[in-house]
């Protein structure tokens, strides 16, 4: 991956595992290599504001040999991705009835307060 791209993050867990990835979803073939000619491809120019680490980056681990061939493994994230792209508005619709529910309970609770607090 270009490490150097405004796009690219790295993420170490506290296991030692260390996640690399586009933050726009363009390298299929994450950690290990970003699309040929990537047309969001941005040079990182400042750093400003984030807290780094050791200087010395841990390794990124070798490729996997693969038996699924590129144009497979697309088929099946643009799959997976159709899935939560149908999932999604039902769940967003379930957090904001919840979200609906607590505000007017908190309502209730604050007219509670204010009524006894007049008395």
Request: aromatic share 8%.
């Amino acid at each position: 991956m270009r490490e150097e791209c405004k796009h690219f993050q790295s993420r170490t867990y506290q296991s030692g595992e260390v996640a690399r990835f586009c933050v726009l979803g363009n390298a299929p073939d994450q950690p290990w290599s970003c699309p040929d000619g990537c047309v969001t491809y941005e040079r990182r120019f400042a750093d400003v504001g984030w807290s780094h680490g050791t200087l010395i980056p841990a390794p990124t681990q070798p490729e996997p040999v693969s038996q699924v061939p590129l144009d497979d493994r697309r088929e099946i994230l643009d799959m997976a991705s159709e899935i939560v792209n149908a999932v999604a508005p039902d769940l967003i619709a379930e957090r904001r009835a919840a979200l609906d529910a607590q505000a007017k309970k908190d309502r209730q609770a604050r007219r509670f307060w204010r009524r006894n607090r007049d008395n």
